[in-house]
T-cell receptor, first 112, second 112 residues
C-alpha cells in the first residue's frame, strides 16, 4: 500500500462547473504532484507543490489550480470544466530529494 | 524536450512466455528511469527504477537495465503470469520542472 489516498474516487460534473479533488500524501512526504491521464494515454504533469508553494507546472491553463496544506495534503481545483477535462486525475507524493513518487488510486472525473 | 517512447500495444502472451517491452528516451543529462504498472481501475504502482547508467532495476521477476549508449530501458520478464496483465508505463524524471514524463503505456494481456 502506497499510503497516498485520493477523494472522491469517481465524480460526474456538468460543463462549466467547478470541481475540487483532494489528496492525502504518504506520511513524511513533503512534495505532491498532480497528473491528468486521459483514456488510453500516459499521465501528463499538471503541477507540483513543495512546502505549500507551486514549484513546477506543466502545459495546463490557469483554470487548473492547486493548494498544499501544512500537513502536506493537497487539492486540485478545476474551473469552467470542459468535456476534454474528463480523465483520471492522479496525485503523487515524494521527498524532494528522492525521485521516487508514490501514486494514489486516482479520481475519475467525467464532464457531461 | 525530454520524452519517452515505448512500444505500442496491446501485447498478448501465453502464461510462462517471455516478455520484453521496449522503451527509449530522449533527455538532457542522465535522468532517473522508472517502470510503473497500472492494474485495471487502479492508480500507478512503481515497479522498478534505475538512477544511473548500467544500473539494473528489478522487482517481482521483472528487470530493466539503464543503457546510456542506446538510451533505452527495456522491461523484461522470463515467465509471465496471468496476474501480470496490466498497463506498463516507462517514465523518466526530466523536463524543466523535474517532473515525471511518461510514455503512452503498453497493455499486456496474459492468457492461461
Amino acid at each position: 500500500e502506497t499510503g497516498v489516498t485520493q477523494s472522491p474516487t469517481h465524480l460526474i460534473k456538468t460543463r462549466g462547473q467547478q470541481v475540487t479533488l483532494r489528496c492525502s500524501s504518504q506520511s513524511g512526504h513533503n512534495t505532491v504532484s498532480w497528473y491528468q491521464q486521459a483514456l488510453g494515454q500516459g499521465p501528463q504533469f499538471i503541477f507540483q507543490y513543495y512546502r505549500e508553494e507551486e514549484n513546477g507546472r506543466g502545459n495546463f491553463p490557469p483554470r487548473f489550480s492547486g493548494l498544499q496544506f501544512p500537513n502536506y495534503s493537497s487539492e486540485l481545483n478545476v474551473n469552467a470544466l470542459e468535456l476534454d477535462d474528463s480523465a483520471l486525475y492522479l496525485c503523487a507524493s515524494s521527498f524532494i530529494e528522492n525521485t521516487e513518487a508514490f501514486f494514489g488510486q486516482g479520481t475519475r472525473l467525467t464532464v457531461v | 524536450g525530454d520524452s519517452v517512447t515505448q512500444m505500442e500495444g496491446p501485447v498478448t502472451l501465453s502464461e510462462e512466455a517471455c516478455l520484453t517491452i521496449n522503451c527509449t528516451y530522449t533527455a538532457t543529462g542522465y535522468p532517473s528511469l522508472f517502470w510503473y504498472v497500472q492494474y485495471p481501475g487502479e492508480g500507478l504502482q512503481l515497479l522498478l527504477k534505475a538512477t544511473k547508467a548500467d544500473d539494473k532495476g528489478s522487482n517481482k521477476g521483472f528487470e530493466a537495465t539503464y543503457r546510456k549508449e542506446t538510451t533505452s530501458f527495456h522491461l523484461e520478464k522470463g515467465s509471465v503470469q496471468v496476474s501480470d496483465s496490466a498497463v506498463y508505463f516507462c517514465a523518466l524524471i526530466g523536463g524543466s520542472q523535474g517532473n515525471l514524463i511518461f510514455g503512452k503505456g503498453t497493455k499486456l494481456s496474459v492468457k492461461p
